[in-house]
């Protein structure tokens, strides 16, 4: 079963930044594409970006414009979302999913972690 704990959420003003961690536990990260997404109370799922499992394929969607950025340490078995310049909207319960391919449509992973909340105010 493939288990992935995120962390790293919190209350942070805007123009802030936080650090996203994606730790995966009971299989090898390294085998696996990682996906961000996030979900706001009545809005739908969207996605942020995702990772190939050797990290040279990077994929950045519409909504992050630029100021997210996604890494993996294989050997920390972790996957990171670094965010910047945060602001109001960005508030959601950020989640990571692990599959064979990277997607744009949270319908095509089938296990999500618990997810961590960000929310962004002043």
């Known amino acids: 079963q493939v288990q992935l704990v995120e962390s790293g959420g919190g209350l942070v003003q805007p123009g802030g930044s936080l650090r996203l961690s994606c730790a995966a536990s009971g299989f090898n990260l390294d085998d696996y594409v990682i996906g961000w997404f996030r979900q706001a109370p009545g809005k739908e799922r969207e996605a942020i970006s995702c990772?190939?499992?050797?990290?040279?394929?990077?994929t950045y969607y519409a909504s992050v414009k630029g100021r997210f950025t996604i890494s993996r340490d294989n050997a920390k078995n972790t996957v990171y979302l670094q965010m910047n310049s945060l602001k109001p909207e960005d508030t959601a319960v950020y989640y990571c999913?692990?599959?064979?391919?990277?997607?744009?449509?949270?319908?095509?992973?089938?296990?999500w972690g618990q997810g961590t909340q960000v929310t962004v105010s002043s």
């Open positions: 999913v692990a599959d064979r391919l990277c997607s744009r449509y949270g319908s095509d992973y089938n296990d």
């Open positions: 990772i190939s499992s050797s990290g040279w394929s990077i």
